[in-house]
């Protein structure tokens, strides 16, 4: 049971730390806020998120996850190493994709599909990109000339920007603990669920606040180059896109979320804004996490499995 919640922090403070970037980034890169500032909201908000909203995504987790916590404990393991990985290389992974693809691979190996419900899950990821695009797109249209209106001049739209971008951020914090909490509290199933969102919130909270300065930069200006309402409007649309998904139960990828938005932003601004090659290492990291985290938790099943001796 130990070694199943250490897993589950583990996971949780790799999450915070490699998510905290698609959140935040954009107003440190326009050096709207600082570092720390961004850290320490994302981790409050992340909480308030996991603790109000993110019950469903733990129920669809605990539904694909093996029946048995040794099995689950392993797969949470595997993605957390992932995810580590990933982090340490600087990359932004999808926590969701590593966890549903250690739960997906393993569950597979050891005769426990869950093929509908996994239908469910790869339908949502599939569509989710193209969601928070239009999304975007219909916020760019509505909000710009709105703000031109309410502030014409660079002097009355610099506080806007940064209040804006401040309360966007809060916002994309909340969402991403709705979402995503669920993770990080899969291996805390046994608990009541309260307790176990409030432990996979605090883990990944501590990763947010105390780890997330190597990947901030990437999902900032590694993307895109976007001035201050560029970054608010793309935070936005993430936000909103990770919340609506966090109400459906189906927990996605947050940096996939993100590169939706600033997507459908640069069809707006100009598609030549885009850092092509940022971008397709991103969407390499999509299709290999989920791969690897399915891989690696077969290998630690079945390598645990041969060295144990029983007593």
């Known amino acids: 049971m130990v070694f199943?919640?250490?897993s589950g922090i583990f996971l949780g403070i790799n999450l915070g730390a490699n998510n905290t970037a698609a959140v935040f980034g954009a107003a440190v890169s326009v050096r709207m806020l600082a570092w720390r500032t961004a850290a320490l909201l994302t981790a409050a908000f992340v909480l308030c998120g996991a603790l109000l909203e993110g019950g469903h995504g733990l129920a669809t987790l605990t539904r694909l996850a093996p029946t048995d916590l040794h099995s689950t404990t392993l797969a949470v393991l595997a993605a957390a190493l992932v995810i580590g990985f990933?982090?340490?290389?600087?990359m932004p992974a999808s926590a969701s994709h590593a966890v549903i693809g250690a739960l997906a691979g393993l569950g597979l190996f050891l005769g426990q599909p869950q093929s509908g419900l996994l239908s469910r899950i790869l339908i949502g990821w599939l569509v989710m990109p193209f969601g928070a695009i239009t999304i975007v797109l219909l916020l760019d249209f509505i909000l710009r000339p709105l703000f031109r209106r309410v502030a014409p001049s660079v002097f009355e739209q610099d506080p806007i920007l940064r209040a804006g971008l401040i309360l966007c951020g809060c916002y994309g914090a909340y969402s991403?603990?709705?979402?995503t909490v669920a993770n990080a509290a899969v291996v805390f199933s046994a608990l009541p669920p309260?307790?176990?969102?409030?432990?996979?919130?605090?883990?990944i909270?501590?990763?947010?606040?105390?780890?997330?300065?190597?990947?901030m930069a990437t999902v900032g200006q590694g993307i895109a180059r976007m001035n201050s309402?560029?970054?608010?409007?793309?935070?936005?649309?993430?936000?909103?896109?990770?919340?609506?998904?966090?109400k459906l139960g189906i927990p996605v990828s947050i940096v996939h979320a993100v590169v939706g938005a600033i997507v459908g932003r640069?069809?707006?601004?100009?598609?030549?804004?885009?850092?092509?090659n940022t971008l397709g290492r991103i969407g390499l990291s999509f299709l290999l996490v989920p791969l690897a985290s399915a891989l690696l938790a077969v290998l630690l099943y079945v390598t645990a499995h041969l060295t144990y001796v029983p007593g």
């Open 176 to 179: 991403l603990g709705a979402n």
């Open 266 to 276: 640069s069809l707006r601004r100009g598609i030549q804004t885009v850092r092509w």
């Open 194 to 203: 309260q307790a176990a969102l409030l432990a996979g919130g605090l883990a």
């Open 205 to 215: 909270a501590t990763g947010a606040a105390f780890f997330s300065r190597r990947v």
């Open 229 to 246: 309402f560029d970054a608010m409007v793309t935070v936005l649309g993430m936000a909103l896109t990770l919340h609506l998904f966090a």
């Open 86 to 90: 990933m982090t340490w290389r600087k």
């Open 4 to 6: 199943a919640w250490l």
